[in-house]
């Protein structure tokens, strides 16, 4: 009979919502959640992050190591603070970690380059199916690190946990069959290609500064100019950024410098960027640009905009029952406009899921497609 917690009753409860595939049952089953859930975690709130210390609340503290929640498990915030904002490490959500692994497709003998140890229970996932020998794990904070390898050492798996910095892999233990990221980026790294086997599957969080949250799934080939690899969007997954890679946010920042603006209006309702599927491609389609809002009176709010490489910013006030809104944009870019010709891009194609999208990732860059890689996006 299963228990409330534990790892069976999270088992199961992946393999009934069908998240887990068969062959992660058993790696799942071993794996105690628990055994790498640190003490102290931090729960979102309306203001930010609480802490929840496991002596404070052992009985919630148990419920969430099990939930299907994912959990912050490091703050940037002082270790006094009440309240944080800034969270830089987490234990993701059971059910992505699952539908990514089995995205990987590893196969007996397969040797996996993991990219991001965080508390170590990926690691442990992966060396329970492949073995402690076959498994490398990067972690760029020396600290995170340290608490991976005793988490996995009570746990009883010893794959190699390593300190360095992510983006250049880990060429000593290369070639790799498989590579999985634990961190989002937009900007593949030329590494983890290079030191994928031909025919190795890499699967990453990728994402613009608009919209990050999609799972990528890429193929290597092995080229006369340089390995090359492409694939296509297979899931969403919203991940803490590569630290060398996290985009500024200083939205409000750039809008509140001012400066002469060019005012209009639009007919184009803000919250398209509410669609999952416009926003990805307008994001791919509008680089550099991010986004913040702010909340005004009986359901009024503003859209901001900004690039932060130029300084260029816009602004777009919603107005219920509203048919045209204010518009106001500054700077050499006119990020609305691009948000409005992005967007045409995307009905015009038929209203593409971000299912359909695929990267492709060549020693002379990246390059978005539709359906297929001859169909390269306008950028």
Same mark, same amino acid.
């Given at each position: 009979?299963?228990?409330?917690?534990?790892?069976? $009753?999270?088992?199961?409860? %992946?393999?009934?919502?069908?998240?887990?595939?068969?062959?992660?049952?058993?790696?799942?089953?071993?794996?105690?959640?628990? #055994?790498?859930?640190?003490?102290?975690?931090?729960? #979102?709130?309306?203001?930010?992050?609480?802490?929840?210390?496991?002596?404070?609340?052992?009985?919630r503290?148990?419920?969430?190591?099990?939930a299907?929640?994912?959990?912050?498990?490091?703050?940037?915030?002082p270790p006094?603070?009440?309240?944080?904002?800034?969270?830089?490490?987490?234990?993701?959500?059971?059910?992505i970690?699952?539908?990514?692994?089995?995205?990987?497709?590893?196969? !007996?003998?397969?040797?996996v380059?993991?990219?991001?140890?965080?508390?170590?229970?990926?690691?442990?996932?992966?060396?329970?199916?492949?073995?402690?020998?076959?498994?490398?794990?990067?972690?760029?904070?020396?600290? %995170?690190?340290?608490?991976?390898? $005793?988490?996995?050492k009570?746990?009883?798996?010893?794959?190699?946990?390593?300190?360095?910095?992510?983006?250049?892999?880990?060429?000593a233990?290369?070639?790799?069959?498989?590579?999985?990221?634990?961190?989002?980026?937009?900007?593949?790294?030329?590494?983890?290609?290079?030191?994928t086997?031909?025919?190795?599957?890499?699967?990453?969080?990728?994402?613009?500064?608009?919209r990050?949250?999609?799972? %990528?799934?890429?193929?290597?080939?092995?080229?006369?100019?340089?390995?090359?690899?492409?694939?296509?969007?297979?899931?969403?997954?919203?991940?803490?950024?590569?630290?060398?890679?996290?985009?500024?946010?200083?939205v409000?920042?750039?809008?509140? $410098?001012?400066?002469?603006?060019h005012?209009?209006?639009?007919?184009?309702?803000?919250h398209?960027?509410?669609?999952? !599927?416009?926003?990805?491609?307008?994001?791919?389609?509008?680089?550099g640009?991010?986004?913040?809002?702010?909340?005004?009176?009986?359901? $009024?709010?503003?859209?901001?905009?900004?690039?932060?490489?130029?300084?260029?910013?816009?602004?777009?006030?919603?107005?219920?029952d509203?048919v045209?809104?204010?518009?106001?944009?500054?700077?050499?870019?006119?990020?609305?406009?691009?948000v409005?010709?992005?967007h045409?891009?995307?009905?015009?194609?038929?209203?593409?899921?971000?299912t359909?999208?695929?990267?492709?990732?060549?020693?002379?860059?990246?390059?978005?497609?539709?359906?297929?890689?001859?169909?390269?996006?306008?950028?």
């Amino acid at each position: 009979m299963l228990t409330a917690n534990g790892p069976a $009753a999270l088992t199961q409860m %992946l393999s009934h919502g069908g998240h887990l595939s068969a062959d992660w049952r058993g790696p799942f089953l071993r794996v105690d959640r628990a #055994r790498f859930i640190p003490d102290r975690i931090w729960v #979102r709130g309306d203001d930010g992050y609480t802490p929840l210390d496991r002596a404070a609340d052992p009985d919630r503290w148990d419920h969430l190591a099990y939930a299907d929640e994912a959990l912050v498990t490091q703050v940037e915030d002082p270790p006094d603070a009440e309240v944080a904002r800034t969270p830089s490490s987490s234990a993701s959500m059971p059910r992505i970690v699952a539908r990514m692994l089995a995205a990987l497709r590893a196969e !007996d003998g397969h040797r996996v380059l993991e990219i991001g140890a965080g508390t170590g229970y990926n690691a442990a996932l992966l060396a329970a199916r492949l073995g402690d020998e076959q498994v490398t794990s990067v972690e760029v904070d020396a600290e %995170l690190a340290k608490r991976a390898r $005793a988490s996995l050492k009570t746990a009883g798996y010893a794959p190699a946990v390593v300190t360095g910095d992510g983006a250049e892999g880990w060429v000593a233990r290369a070639p790799y069959d498989r590579l999985i990221a634990t961190c989002s980026v937009h900007d593949v790294p030329r590494a983890w290609i290079e030191q994928t086997k031909p025919d190795g599957i890499i699967v990453i969080p990728w994402g613009t500064t608009l919209r990050n949250g999609v799972l %990528l799934q890429l193929t290597v080939e092995h080229c006369p100019d340089g390995p090359v690899a492409s694939g296509r969007v297979v899931d969403d997954a919203a991940f803490m950024w590569m630290r060398a890679q996290a985009p500024p946010r200083d939205v409000m920042a750039i809008a509140r $410098a001012g400066g002469e603006t060019h005012d209009s209006h639009t007919g184009l309702d803000p919250h398209v960027l509410g669609n999952d !599927d416009a926003w990805f491609a307008v994001g791919v389609l509008v680089p550099g640009c991010q986004w913040a809002t702010g909340q005004g009176p009986d359901g $009024a709010w503003t859209l901001w905009l900004a690039d932060a490489g130029t300084g260029s910013w816009a602004s777009v006030d919603y107005e219920p029952d509203a048919v045209e809104y204010d518009v106001q944009q500054h700077g050499p870019r006119r990020l609305w406009a691009e948000v409005e010709a992005a967007h045409a891009w995307w009905a015009d194609a038929g209203r593409p899921a971000r299912t359909q999208f695929g990267l492709t990732v060549t020693p002379a860059g990246q390059q978005v497609w539709l359906d297929d890689r001859g169909n390269a996006l306008p950028v």
